[in-house]
């Protein structure tokens, strides 16, 4: 079956550090991938997206490639701040899907 | 405006109530779903309704039906409530019916079952 697999948190940076967060997943078929993010009290929102192999998502300084041959998707940015702080969640869905799977989600706070 | 707008935003209730909980989407998708975030923050897909036909569900209780009165709302109706009911209930909703496209999440409703 499908599946998302995400590093465990919580992650603690200080600001401008370095954010890496690894997403692999399994998946029959082509997946699309995506990371959502949940700031504290709220939903959930799109970040950035990739659709195909070797596409690259980007959104508010925050990357993401999707690689095929490591099935991996994994979410940077270069210069966290304060307000980055909140869940991300690394999902898929396959060309016959209806629904995402999505990853247990990494809570990333970053302090000043 | 909202895209996707549910209410209440909070429930509480006792256990063996029977409570509803709304969604509606202005962004003319074709698509809506309902996904359950536990106390974990895992989050799973309940149902999918697409042009208000039934397309997903999963192995969720009979005491959760969904009704889609037309395109743009989705509802779910709890029956019997249980402890185990607890969590922050996401409505989405996307178009077309698979694939890549984005989906679009409400803020979310968080059950609490006393």
């Known amino acids: 079956g499908n599946s998302v697999t995400q590093m465990e948190g919580p992650v603690t940076l200080s600001e401008e550090a370095f954010l890496t967060i690894n997403c692999t997943y399994t998946a029959t078929g082509y997946p699309s991938l995506f990371w959502y993010v949940q700031y504290p009290g709220e939903g959930l929102q799109l970040l950035l997206k990739a659709t195909k192999a070797d596409d690259k998502g980007s959104n508010k300084g925050f990357e993401a490639t999707y690689r095929k041959e490591t099935t991996s998707f994994h979410l940077e940015k270069g210069s966290v701040q304060v307000s980055d702080s909140a869940v991300y969640f690394c999902a898929l869905i396959t060309n016959s899907g209806y629904a995402l799977n999505f990853g247990k989600g990494t809570s990333l706070l970053v302090t000043p | ?114």
């Not at chain 2, 996707?4 to 698509?31: A, F, R, W």
């Not at chain 2, 989405?92 to 694939?99: I, L, N, Q, Y």
């Open chain 2, 1 to 114: 405006d909202t895209a996707v707008s549910q209410t209440p935003k909070y429930l509480v209730t006792q256990m063996g109530n029977d409570k509803s909980i709304k969604c509606e989407q202005n962004l003319g998708h074709d698509t809506m779903y309902w996904y359950k975030q536990d106390s974990k923050k895992f989050l799973k897909i309940m149902f999918s309704y697409n042009n208000k036909e039934l397309i997903i569900n999963e192995t969720v209780p009979n005491r959760f039906s969904p009704k889609s009165p037309d395109k743009a709302h989705l509802n779910l109706h709890i029956n019997s409530l249980e402890l185990g009911d607890s969590a922050v209930y996401f409505c989405a909703s996307s178009h077309p019916t698979s694939g890549a496209d984005t989906q679009y999440f409400g803020p979310g409703t968080r059950l609490t079952v006393l």
